[in-house]
């Protein structure tokens, strides 16, 4: 860029410095209420977040920042710039997407969900699904709301408004299409598992570890694969996320369970591959500019899924981590080897909670939910119907039947404040992780042994440069194309999953 | 009050509701910056501030505000109650003092104290003035511009408004008044207690307990004083604090060291005494009105001066404490009785620290930092001859040599961030508490023996219903004669330091 921005576009981007920067607040107030609020505080707490979330609402669709990006696109001087030009496309998106939804559904969003929340945290520690349905009916409302406000895609349905949100330019249809064959090849792989004689055991990682024992644990790995701890932070909550709030402020959360330590810890990983990934984009100089804004949700959680899987399921991160977690939980893996972990921690079992699942039966869970958000929003799912639907599908899909709603309809946080639009990004966040990865090693010929002597510098540094110093330059599907030379599709995936899977149960 | 409110008075309430929750969020993000922020995320918190206080400063001096200020003051329905009254006289006192303040000093206010606390950080740790000086430069330059916004009291001196702001109504010639002879009785103490033959051992404070293990004793302290923590919470910081968010939310805050248990201990009980005061005052029913926040800070630290000292360091408070202090930490109280406990926490013997000092030298340290500001913003005292004056003081007031700025003039917070007219408040707390304390031991006649059996409810419930629950009604003076049936003077807290350390020190 020239040394002298244009007088335009440096009000622009000023002008959404400061909203990220109440956004930022924003995120605080979420994170806090997770993390350390008191019970009692809930209740200005939605004041407070219903507050923030107008204010910011107001100054990303104020008068001033249209007028602002109007005459951007119309400067020579911001156009002939392709940096410069992706800000403005972008800021128009957000611009637009922002002023279809009226001030009072946004604090009405914030205020409700906030309770909703609250209510969900009950009924879930419950089981109990009547406690939320009242909360969950709103919720779905104010989200058709939105979505109805967004605008049905021309050709396609309400709820691609919804996943157009979060996963910019991505339809049902082209999801659907490659959903379909993923569903196909994986509903076989795990139907020949279910078939194999192979018995894998994974008394390996129930041994009892000290929730404390695992947190200093969790920080060592942190380090070492490359989370920037001056910059950001690891907590504990109920459901694990990642928020990154603000220039060298980015928070990952946890939980601890005492008798299965690779819960927390690939919960970690999982929670700090979207942390570099924030730690990456431009914010020191950019912040509150989409180019220093993540891509969209499928390729944050192709970060995620990529040090959680492809580099913290794999042979070479146990060679290094095997020895680093004997020595941190004494006689708990004694005598374990890393042929032994490495088929514990890739085992393809049906089981009920998403977050525990592994890596080949997650994706179901995801599709089983893409499902029923979809016809929640469509109206053809009544809420009463949730539970019962979902247990339905469950058994049909994954072959168990669930034993209550916090085993089944209640153990996700998303729905109860209005993220409907958003699982099937988890599912596209493998499947550009794969295709991503495939890439990686043939630019980075000998990363397996890195990775067994914990280097993963170069790993870092090729997603710094390749995915995360882009923001939103370009789109999902364009940057896909740009590091791959392919398009998404479901065969970088499946060639991971199978040639993992099969020969552990040599199926 | 009626059941309808008029209409005036009602829009009033609620739109001080709303700053009121507004500046919730701002207590939050400093309560973060304290306690989990990461380092690197300090230059935007800067910003967040800065915009959050202008956008505080903004709501209390709207034109709407101080519309309906002055109309209710003309409305019948609201001057015939007490309590509106009382709510619109403190309404009118705020607002008039935040409508003298221009936005722009408030936010760089924000902005350069939150970056001045963090070289405030760094400059203590390494006892490094120099680093520390610039900053306390431009504090103090900005709290002078404040004061002269205020403008100086009739009679009085300009440093009057920065005490007035924190203290309403009082002023230096009145202070003096009462320190006169408080410093002067206080000093023949400290003189006659250094002649005393008899030695006081601290040996049973000074074994070794884990962090940990302090935390969860001062828990179990919080829980029976009668913290709710529910509504509530105790982290660790540097300088221990207690933020008041909003309904429902009271922050301590305590740090601990290994080698002296009852720091953190009479921290805890110290903030939870601002705790409880905030925990009694009327939030859930009069958030943002004056009459649900605290009087003064003079009173706030009469609170925890009560349940730190007049509690907390009472012959019968070990009765019940020193069981349950054994229990907790073992073998390090083994063999301490309750006279030991009780002559070694409440030694009279000069030392550095004021957070660390004994309650008669405190007194000390407030009137030579209270002398020292007034200087300062006076310009009788340059800001680069402050270490110097401090310790020729500190020498001439205490009798010690102060051995490096981390010990003397960088301990302390306040300065940093710029508050000025603060510290005499501490020392007023102290004389409020003396003189209250001695009102509910004429009306708890059994409260000694109760404290012994841990019960400290009947305590409580006095403070909520004669201070607590008034809120802004009464102005700190009235109150005081209120209660008390007396002005407020040094007789009592001198009679309660001397009837304590005469006989242990036996002089």
């Not at 507050?51 to 007028?67: C, D, L, N, W, Y």
């Not at 099937?424 to 990686?440: M, R, S, V």
Request: with cysteine; net charge neutral.
């Amino acid at each position: 860029m020239a040394k002298s921005l244009p007088p335009n576009y440096a009000e622009l981007c000023k002008l959404l410095y400061d909203a990220a920067t109440l956004n930022a607040v924003g995120s605080l107030l979420n994170w806090d209420q997770e993390t350390y609020m008191p019970p009692a505080g809930a209740g200005n707490r939605a004041d407070q977040n219903a507050m923030i979330a107008e204010m910011i609402h107001a100054k990303r669709t104020s008068a001033r920042v249209g007028e602002l990006i109007a005459s951007c696109e119309q400067d020579d001087e911001v156009t002939g710039d392709a940096v410069r030009a992706a800000n403005v496309r972008e800021m128009r998106r957000d611009f637009d997407m922002a002023t279809k939804l009226p001030g009072d559904l946004v604090a009405e969003l914030a205020k409700v969900g906030s309770q909703s929340q609250e209510a969900w945290k009950e009924a879930r520690a419950k089981s109990d699904f009547a406690m939320f349905r009242p909360w969950l009916e709103k919720m779905m409302n104010l989200t058709r709301r939105k979505a109805e406000c967004y605008g049905t895609p021309v050709g396609g349905e309400l709820y691609d408004a919804l996943l157009d949100e979060y996963e910019p330019g991505m339809r049902c249809a082209k999801v659907d299409a490659i959903f379909g064959p993923l569903r196909e090849r994986l509903s076989g792989l795990i139907a020949d598992v279910s078939r194999s004689k192979k018995k894998i055991s994974t008394k390996c990682l129930t041994g009892k570890v000290d929730a404390r024992v695992q947190n200093e644990f969790g920080h060592e790995v942190l380090r070492a694969i490359g989370f920037d701890l001056n910059a950001g932070r690891l907590d504990v909550t109920t459901h694990p996320f990642c928020s990154g709030f603000g220039p060298g402020d980015v928070r990952l959360t946890t939980r601890y369970r005492d008798e299965k330590f690779t819960d927390a810890l690939y919960g970690t990983m999982h929670e700090a591959g979207h942390g570099m990934y924030e730690q990456g984009l431009a914010k020191e100089k950019f912040f509150g500019q989409p180019i220093a804004d993540a891509i969209s949700l499928g390729i944050h959680e192709s970060q995620s899924r990529m040090w959680e899987n492809f580099v913290g399921r794999s042979r070479e991160f146990w060679v290094w981590a095997l020895p680093r977690a004997k020595k941190a939980f004494g006689k708990t893996l004694a005598g374990v080897d890393v042929k032994t972990m490495y088929a514990a921690v890739n085992t393809a079992q049906p089981s009920f909670i998403r977050v525990e699942a592994d890596e080949s039966t997650y994706n179901l869970h995801i599709m089983l939910r893409y499902g029923l958000e979809r016809e929640m929003i469509a109206g053809d799912l009544k809420i009463k119907d949730l539970p019962g639907e979902w247990n339905k599908r469950f058994e049909k899909s994954l072959g168990l039947k669930v034993p209550d709603d916090r085993r089944g309809c209640l153990q996700d946080v998303h729905w109860s404040f209005g993220l409907v639009g958003y699982f099937a990004t988890y599912t596209l966040g493998n499947l550009y992780a794969a295709q991503f990865w495939e890439k990686i090693n043939k630019d980075i010929k000998d990363l397996p042994s890195r990775i067994g002597k914990g280097d993963f510098a170069p790993l870092l540094a090729w997603l710094r440069k390749r995915i995360h110093q882009y923001g939103k330059r370009y789109r999902a599907g364009e940057l896909c194309e740009l590091v791959t030379g392919k398009p998404l599709s479901s065969d970088a995936l499946l060639r991971h999953l199978e040639g993992k899977v099969r020969p552990i149960y040599e199926v």
